[in-house]
């Protein structure tokens, strides 16, 4: 069994921070792809920000320059760090990781819960 388990949103001002992580845990093989994406009330979910193995990292139009991600590969564990927020950046964030499990043929993709980031005006 597979989890991942995000933690870090809340409610911040404009122009502030916050941090997201996400904890993968479980009968994992190999992790290849782990992202985060969002969604907003009324909107469909969308990438933010992905970063593959290799450590190469892809963001959206909307973030670049102001989000990081990045992924500690022994622990299994990715970051978003979220600068300089709006209040268009609320909305519930999603991990997302590409991975394969011990012993079972195949890749598959798994999502976390969701925490929620509220950014105020």
């Known amino acids: 069994q597979v989890q991942l388990v995000e933690s870090g949103g809340g409610l911040v001002q404009a122009g502030g921070s916050l941090r997201l992580s996400c904890a993968a845990s479980?009968?994992?093989?190999?992790?290849?792809?782990m992202g985060w994406y969002r969604q907003a009330p009324g909107k469909e979910r969308e990438l933010v920000a992905r970063?593959?193995?290799?450590?190469?990292?892809n963001y959206a139009d909307s973030v670049k320059g102001r989000f990081t991600i990045s992924r500690d590969t022994a622990e299994r564990t990715m970051y978003l760090q979220m600068n300089s927020l709006k209040p268009e950046d609320t909305a519930v964030y999603y991990c997302?990781?590409?991975?394969?499990?011990?012993?079972?043929?195949?890749?598959?993709?798994?999502w976390g819960q969701g925490t929620q980031v509220t950014v105020s005006s």
């Open positions: 997302y990781a590409s991975l394969s499990v011990s012993g079972v043929p195949g890749v598959k993709g798994y």
């Open positions: 479980g009968s994992i093989g190999n992790i290849y792809v």
């Open positions: 970063m593959s193995s290799d450590g190469s990292a």
